[in-house]
């Protein structure tokens, strides 16, 4: 028999696949196609004070392996969130659900995380200090080590559930951020969000993007995110959420050896709408072949000395 | 939605750039104006085509080659298989065509207005077509909307074939509705010289195709819409240019 339980500061899953946020909307759309309760947990579309419409389309590229997304954080605001869409999410989802919350400011920060906190379905705080796609806020409170610090906690002082900061790879040296996070009370690291990159039209000579630069993700990332989670699990002590071009159990297993205690998994569910179901049930078969009995034995497995 | 697997009967050139593919497979929950999201290999992001025909157990596409997804699609053979996600977007509603609903499709526009003419048909409404082109080597199905009954017209731009101009030169018929698909400024000239309401299909670039990016969304008079959910369809009287 394997064993796929993991824990994430005393919050137990009955697997380490996750749903990553802004790819699996509030989960109707992918419960209408499966019974999304076989999921660890999911993290629903970051959700900021105001509603926002996000940036003029087009907001998606294709690239090699992978897209391009600058959605800048659409989302219909807290108010909504918590008295429209927690509510028709428990419906669906009868597990604990990761709120992602993002913010233009350390008070709206806080203020989002307070009110989050106290919903009885959420399970674990993500704090997106890590999105590429919207000016003045989101990365830049991700990409220096004080200011990753200050929203910290700001958030940990107004909140009881576990708070994972979700950390930026556009920066020279994560490490030193998820060391900041911990520092300063994080419960653990949420990594990797999306890469900053761009497309060019050929034929009008112009961005593919309105907002001319865009996340990347899918496999392309996978190793860059992988090296990533491998550093901050050098550094950090907390557990670490990991992502970034997660596609098949395998890559789950690669990325717990690396270090992380639980995965998510974004841009697959795009293309493959059934994607993170189909992870959930590889996952004891690809155990038993690599003689893998609790998946919590092999987190940081890869390590040695 | 569903996801199916499709397998190709026929892919043929029907004109310039412009293929027609038969597929055999499930169409349960298919309706005119919806659209299917094609997996294809080597692409990462599924391509989204209009539902040009079905019946309960084949799909027949129309596409115009583009890029690199849509030349490979035209050379595939009969026989191979095509993932799709189907059942996509809310489709046109028949409802408020009164009885003379016309009918104005552009370039790649056209397909979706193919089944439309028959689901109206089929509710006793004889519709009116206008078929647009560049030109008349990329011109297709004017044959195919007569045979349903459809009085139809066809302009070209450059005058090779049929009237010469748009769509709108065309539009001086007396009509009770209409549905249009096609380039955007063909939608925004079709909405000026509209003289009733209408229902308007849109394209933008799409993540997901099924609602849960929030990748292809636009403003419109009643809130923020995703166009492969809450569209691509969208009516005259909600539409922000
Ligand atoms: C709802 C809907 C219905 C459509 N129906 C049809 C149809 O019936 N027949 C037809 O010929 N075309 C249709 N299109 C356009 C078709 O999706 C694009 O021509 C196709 O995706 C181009 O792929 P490519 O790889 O050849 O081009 P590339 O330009 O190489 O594609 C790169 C990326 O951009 C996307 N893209 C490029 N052009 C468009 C576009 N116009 N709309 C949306 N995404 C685009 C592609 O999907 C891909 O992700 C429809 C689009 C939408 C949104
Ligand atoms: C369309 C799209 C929207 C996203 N929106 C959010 C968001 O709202 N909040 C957030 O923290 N991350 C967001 N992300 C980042 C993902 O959660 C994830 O960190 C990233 O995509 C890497 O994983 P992947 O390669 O599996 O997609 C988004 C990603 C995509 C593709
Ligand atoms: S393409 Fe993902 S929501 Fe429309």
């Not at chain 1, 200050?150 to 909140?159: D, F, H, S």
Request: with cysteine; net charge negative.
């Amino acid at each position: 028999m394997t064993n796929t339980q993991v824990t994430l500061s005393g919050l137990t899953l009955s697997n380490p696949v996750i749903p990553a946020s802004g790819t699996f909307g509030y989960g109707y759309e992918f419960a209408e196609i499966y019974d999304i309760n076989c999921l660890g947990s999911f993290s629903f579309k970051g959700t900021t004070r105001e509603p926002r419409f996000g940036n003029e389309p087009p907001r998606i590229a294709e690239t090699a392996s992978g897209m391009l997304n600058a959605v800048g954080l659409q989302n219909p605001g807290i108010d909504k969130v918590i008295s429209e869409e927690l509510p028709k999410l428990r419906k669906v989802f009868r597990k604990p659900v990761v709120a992602n919350i993002s913010g233009f400011s350390i008070d709206e920060y806080a203020e989002c995380c307070e009110r989050i906190d106290k919903e009885e379905g959420v399970g674990l705080i993500e704090v997106n200090i890590s999105c590429p796609n919207v000016h003045c806020g989101g990365m830049s409170f991700g990409t220096s080590p004080e200011s990753a610090a200050e929203v910290t906690r700001a958030v940990k002082a107004v909140t009881s559930k576990p708070v994972y900061m979700k950390l930026s790879p556009n920066v020279t040296d994560i490490a030193a951020i998820a060391k900041a996070c911990e520092d300063a009370g994080a419960d653990g690291v949420s990594l990797i969000n999306t890469l900053m990159g761009m497309r060019i039209d050929l034929r009008h000579r112009a961005p593919v993007l309105r907002n001319v630069t865009g996340g990347l993700s899918g496999p392309a990332v996978f190793p860059v995110a992988l090296r990533m989670v491998w550093q901050v699990y050098e550094a950090v002590r907390i557990p670490i959420i990991g992502m970034g071009g997660v596609a098949c159990a395998e890559d789950v297993i690669e990325m717990m050896l690396a270090g992380a205690t639980a995965v998510e998994v974004g841009a697959a569910n795009l293309v493959d709408p059934f994607a993170s179901k189909k992870i959930v049930e590889e996952l004891p078969r690809v155990m038993e072949r690599l003689h893998i009995e609790n998946l919590t034995d092999i987190i940081g497995g890869a390590h040695h000395g | 939605m569903y996801n199916v697997d499709f397998k190709i009967i026929s892919n043929r050139k029907i004109a310039k750039n412009t293929f027609e593919m038969t597929l055999s497979g499930d169409t349960r929950g298919i309706a005119p104006g919806q659209f299917v999201n094609l997996k294809l290999d080597g692409f990462y992001l599924r391509r989204p085509i209009s539902v040009c025909d079905y019946t309960p157990d084949t799909l027949t596409l129309i596409y115009k080659v583009v890029g690199h997804g849509t030349e490979a699609m035209s050379k595939m053979a009969p026989g191979e298989t095509l993932d799709a996600l189907t059942g996509l977007g809310n489709g046109y509603d028949t409802s408020r065509s009164g009885d003379r609903p016309l009918l104005i499709g552009g370039g790649a526009g056209v397909p979706p207005m193919y089944v439309l003419a028959k689901k109206l048909l089929a509710e006793g409404k004889k519709s009116t077509a206008i078929l647009g082109f560049n030109s008349a080597d990329e011109a297709f199905y004017e044959a195919e909307f007569k045979a349903l009954g459809c009085e139809t017209y066809v302009t070209t731009a450059d005058g090779s074939y049929g009237i010469r101009g748009f769509v709108t030169d065309a539009m001086d018929l007396d009509y009770t509705y209409f549905y249009t698909c096609g380039p955007e400024p063909m939608l925004r000239a079709v909405y000026n010289k509209s003289v009733t309401s209408g229902q308007f299909s849109f394209e933008e670039r799409m993540g997901c195709g099924f609602g849960a990016c929030m990748g292809c969304t636009c403003k419109t008079k009643y809130g923020h819409k995703r166009i492969c959910k809450d569209g691509p369809v969208l009516t005259r009287e909600e539409i922000v240019w």
